[in-house]
Structures are given as structure tokens and as C-alpha cells.
């Protein structure tokens, strides 16, 4: 009965090759959000969707896009990766509003090489 | 003054023990507080939420508390298992923000 579910699950992509990563979820839920989580370090939050409304953290590098086609599915689009955008990648969902608790996928691992 | 626990990275009980994890949180205007566990290789998941205008919350076997004066959060856990063992982030977010800053996390460790 997975709620949030993120593919692939590991991903290897080479150095400046363009790589998107996919999240997709059953919850209904308005807001969806992308983290990056780099070993040992708390979530980091690139950006999220309020509906169809996009919102960019200000520190997340303009190599990093992405897409909400309809409600159940998010993409996360690195455009050209680095060796230093290795890591594993959440998505999560939440009712919006109010705030409440986020759904996290199990997140995809993402290797540079 | 007032004793607040300190953040500490890892943690290490015995089974059968209670388990204080603490963070501190930074914006003082947040008003929604959440616990996640993080179990290695997924996602974080939800354990217990607290809203500003509470100081305490208890689930089953977990207790969150909440001081806003000095802007410190703890989870206890009680009669630590096995199972237990993962690493913790607090969440603080504001209304209408749609979002949370993740704090810095804990690892549990629990021995048998």
C-alpha cells in the first residue's frame, strides 16, 4: 500500500549527463516537495508544489528543475549533475493548508560518477 | 537559569531504557513542531507532532515537549527497543508556510 512512491530507486548517471528522477503518490494531497539528503545531514528542502504553484528555496542551484504534470505525479530534473549532487533524493507530500506531517518516499539514490 | 538539553548527534541506551532526544529550533515565530525517525535506507516518518500552543504531547510510548522560551524541543521515548534504533529530526514549520526546516539529527543507537 505504498503512498508515496519514488523511482528508480538507486540511480547512476555520469557527470554532466541530464538525469530526472521520478515521485508519484495516491494520498490526493496538494503539496508535494523535494529534498536532498546528503549523508549524515538533515533533509534539505530544493522546492515544492502548492497545487500547480511552484516554489524555489533561494539557495537551490539553478541546475535543479522540476515538473508537476497533475496532482499524483512530481519530477525532479537535474540538468547537468556533479559529483557533488550525489545523494539521495526525497519526495513528500503533504495535505497543505495548515501545516501538517509530510508523506516521504523512500527516496532515490543518486551516484555521480 | 533554566537547564536545557543539549543536541547531541548520537545517542546510545540499553534496551528497556528511556530515551531524551533534544534539538533546538530556530525561528521563534514557528508554531508546528514534528518528530521524524529515519529508519537507514528510507524515508523519514512521522511520530508525534506538537502545536505552539502546547507544552507536552504523548503518543504510545513516546512524549514531546515543547519550551518555547527557549525554543528546545525533546522526544522521549520510553522502554527503548531494538527497534528504536534510527536517526531522529525535528521539524519546525509556520502557518502557511507549506514547509519545514529540518534540525540537525540524532542517532539512536539501542543496545541489547
Known amino acids: 500500500d505504498a503512498m508515496v512512491i519514488q523511482n528508480p530507486r538507486y540511480q547512476v548517471t555520469q557527470f554532466g549527463k541530464p538525469v530526472t528522477l521520478s515521485c508519484s503518490q495516491t494520498?490526493?494531497?496538494?503539496?508535494m516537495y523535494w529534498y536532498q539528503q546528503k549523508s549524515s545531514q538533515a533533509p534539505k528542502l530544493l522546492f515544492h508544489?502548492?497545487?500547480?504553484?511552484?516554489?524555489n528555496e533561494a539557495d537551490t542551484p539553478d541546475n535543479f528543475q522540476s515538473r508537476r504534470p497533475n496532482t499524483s505525479f512530481c519530477f525532479l530534473d537535474i540538468r547537468s549533475p556533479g559529483l557533488g549532487d550525489a545523494a539521495m533524493y526525497l519526495c513528500?507530500?503533504?495535505?497543505?493548508?495548515?501545516?501538517?506531517?509530510?508523506?516521504f518516499g523512500p527516496g532515490t539514490r543518486l551516484t555521480v560518477t | 537559569g533554566e537547564s536545557v538539553g543539549l543536541h547531541l548527534p548520537t545517542l546510545s541506551v540499553q534496551e528497556g531504557d528511556n530515551s531524551i532526544i533534544n534539538c533546538a529550533y530556530s525561528?521563534?515565530?514557528?508554531?508546528?513542531f514534528i518528530w521524524y525517525k529515519q529508519e537507514s535506507g528510507k524515508g523519514p516518518q512521522f511520530i508525534i507532532d506538537?502545536?505552539?500552543?502546547?507544552d507536552k504531547r504523548q503518543g504510545q510510548r513516546v512524549t514531546v515537549l515543547l519550551n518555547k522560551t527557549v525554543k528546545h524541543l525533546s522526544l522521549q521515548i520510553a522502554a527503548t527497543q531494538p527497534g528504536d534504533s534510527a536517526v531522529y529530526f525535528c521539524?519546525?514549520?509556520?502557518?502557511?508556510?507549506?514547509?519545514?526546516?529540518f534540525g540537525d539529527g540524532t542517532t539512536l543507537t539501542v543496545k541489547p
Open positions: 513528500a507530500t503533504s495535505r497543505g493548508g495548515s501545516p501538517y506531517e509530510q508523506y
Open positions: 494520498l490526493n494531497h496538494n503539496v
Open positions: 508544489y502548492y497545487d500547480k504553484d511552484f516554489n
Open positions: 525561528n521563534s515565530a514557528s508554531d508546528y
Open positions: 506538537i502545536r505552539s500552543n502546547m
Open positions: 521539524a519546525e514549520s509556520l502557518t502557511n508556510a507549506g514547509k519545514s526546516t
